[in-house]
């Protein structure tokens, strides 16, 4: 299965600012996942980043709030633009190496906004 | 109806029982289904796959899948304290279409 090394695990923000979230694969993979999973909740895909083409959003997810970038096979930013306390969650970057093998995730980044 | 359910829990059980975790989903043209383990502020981790309806073990862990019923399980023999997690069933279409995630179902496995 793929390593994945997303950063950073954690931060405290300030309402109105932005965060990149960075994920580092250790092959290279067609897709990556973007996930959210506020407390209590279960993992809702925010969007599907391809290498070379735009990312495919989820409905109730926008690029101006939740722009990706995919520059190669192994790596992909989300930014969560113009934060608000509702935006405090779990982000989590996946791949699937082998359709039938499930998603591999990597270690989140828990945000809080302030 | 949402896409993929589960009982939230808790659902408690003794260390040495068998954890019985269950999980519907309304699409029938799901292929492929999963069991994640996630501990608390960790992510989750594919524990089982199955795609074929009837059942698939992996040492203490039994996938069962009933296309028809559109049901899908997962036992945990000789549970122990360390089973302890949330367990999330999750569904995807086929192919490279999305994976649909159930809220997950916490597990206590008492000592």
């Known amino acids: 299965s793929a390593v994945i090394s997303q950063k950073p695990s954690r931060d405290i923000c300030q309402r109105g600012t932005s965060l990149t979230i960075q994920c580092q694969v250790d092959s290279q993979v067609t897709m990556m996942f973007w996930y959210r999973q506020q407390p209590g909740q279960s993992l809702t895909l925010i969007a599907t980043a391809n290498q070379g083409s735009e990312a495919t959003y989820e409905s109730g997810f926008v690029i101006d709030k939740f722009p990706i970038s995919r520059p190669n096979l192994t790596f992909s930013t989300l930014t969560v633009s113009n934060m608000s306390p509702e935006d405090s969650s779990i982000y989590l970057c996946?791949?699937?190496?082998?359709?039938?093998?499930?998603?591999?995730f990597g270690s989140g980044t828990r945000l809080t906004v302030v | 109806q949402k896409e993929v359910e589960q009982n939230s829990g808790p659902l408690s059980v003794p260390e040495g029982a068998i954890a019985s975790l269950n999980c519907t989903y309304s699409?029938?043209?799901?292929?492929?289904f999963f069991w994640y383990r996630q501990y608390s502020g960790k992510s989750p981790e594919l524990i089982m796959f199955?795609?074929?309806?009837g059942d698939k073990e992996d040492g203490r862990f039994t996938a069962q899948l009933n296309k028809a019923s559109q049901y899908v399980s997962l036992l945990i023999r000789d549970s122990q304290p360390s089973d302890s997690a949330t367990y999330l069933c999750a569904v995807n279409k086929g192919g490279y279409q999305k994976v649909t995630f159930g809220i997950g179902t916490k597990l206590q496995v008492i000592p």
């Open positions: 199955i795609y074929s309806n």
């Open positions: 699409d029938r043209g799901s292929q492929s």
């Open positions: 996946s791949v699937d190496l082998h359709v039938e093998s499930g998603y591999t």
